[in-house]
């Protein structure tokens, strides 16, 4: 019998989400608490989860960011590592 394909979570934990966003722990914890990303406490005070649909809000709008600063000229327009 073929084993059942569980679909994706719809909430992440806090280390899941630094996973996700290829960042560490600590940075996604201050990025809930600047409320730049999206999240919620639930159970114990430190046991956060965050939407999948939060993770992707928290991306779009930094590239958004990145590009408005990029045009105003704020940061060099080159990819990451080009200056090898």
Known sequence: MP????????YL?????????????PLVQALLKSGELRGFQIGGRNTWRIGL???????????????ERIAAGEIDDAAPGDDD
């Open 53 to 67: 649909d939060d993770i992707d809000n928290y991306v779009e709008e930094a590239y958004r960011r990145t590009a």
């Open 13 to 25: 934990t806090v280390e899941q989400a630094a996973v996700h966003l290829n960042v560490r722990r």
């Open 3 to 10: 084993e059942e394909k569980q679909p994706p979570p719809r």
